[in-house]
């Protein structure tokens, strides 16, 4: 299974657009799964319509101060790395939003006075439309971290699909939640945007790929508005550009509507069908 991560330094340059026309192009030729992991604001369910298969409530695990076998003694405070729990005076406050559920307060507390229990965090679920498998990881309204659901999201749909291409919606930036997103992709491809903040954090998320020494490449959305800058610099550092979606009203409209592109602009299927032949390429190079 080849796992493509669809990544950008910032929101609004085109990566769900790229995710969703990428993975609807894919399934006319083969089977693809498609894993929207921006659980924070999913929206590739705006553009992939399907039979909806299952709808999984996905948890995680918090302690729970047990008052009656608590003897204040104070050792999980130090245990816990991330100030997720506080004394104060006669009482072990938990603060869920800042637990990363380690287990560490749990498991070496003498007393057992940290059991831990679940909570909701968000939902996954699966839509079926013929050859496209598609899952959506929502995070809970007020749930702060999304890595757990993320983490969660690529299990699940590991165990109910059996494509040979995976394809990432990733979170936007350079936080946690990308991280944790494209840390198994086989290859990265940016969606960027040819402006000076496209540019700039374009640069970051190159710094973050290559520090995570993940092979990447590019797509320049909206390409012949703004400069070159993106562009040259690619050129520049031989960085691949696999892709140009041009700066259309047309697409943007038709997007505007939750309409797919390329049912709409047929000019675009050169485009996919180089990324796709780039995503093959590399297949065959590492078989």
């Known amino acids: 299974m080849k796992k493509i991560a669809i990544a950008s330094g910032k929101g609004g340059t085109g990566k769900t657009f790229l995710s969703t026309n990428l993975a609807a192009w894919i399934a006319q030729k083969e089977a693809v799964t498609l894993l929207d992991l921006d659980a924070e604001a999913p929206n590739c369910h705006l553009f992939i319509k399907g039979e909806r298969k299952s709808e999984a409530i996905q948890y995680k695990m918090i302690p729970h101060w047990d008052a009656q076998r608590c003897t204040l003694c104070g050792d999980c405070l130090s245990l816990c790395h991330f100030n997720a729990l506080v004394k ?32 909701p965090i968000g939902r996954i679920t699966h839509i079926q439309n013929r050859n496209l498998a598609f899952f959506e990881s929502r995070l809970n309204i007020g749930e702060e971290q999304a890595v ?23 979170p936007p930036g350079t936080a946690c939640p990308a991280v944790e997103a494209v840390k198994d992709a086989h290859l990265v491809i940016l969606a960027a945007e040819p402006t000076p903040f496209g540019f700039h954090d374009f640069k970051l998320m190159m710094h973050l790929l290559n520090e995570l020494q993940k092979p990447f490449a590019v797509v320049i ?35 505007a509507r939750g309409k797919l592109a390329l049912d709409t602009n047929q000019e675009l299927t050169s485009e996919f069908d180089q990324i796709f032949h780039f995503i093959r390429q590399l297949k065959r190079d590492e078989e």
């Open 88 to 119: 104060v005076q006669q009482e072990i406050m938990v603060f869920p939003q800042l637990c990363h559920s380690c287990y560490a307060c749990s498991e070496l507390c003498l007393e057992a006075a940290l059991p831990m229990k679940k909570i």
């Open 221 to 255: 959305n909206k390409y012949g508005s703004g400069d070159s800058h993106l562009e040259d610099f690619c050129l520049e550092r031989k960085i691949p550009i696999i892709a140009k979606i041009p700066h259309s009203r047309k697409i943007a409209e038709n997007y």
């Open 148 to 170: 757990p659901l993320i983490s969660k999201t690529k299990k699940y749909a590991q165990n109910q699909s059996r494509s040979e291409i995976t394809i990432y919606d990733c």
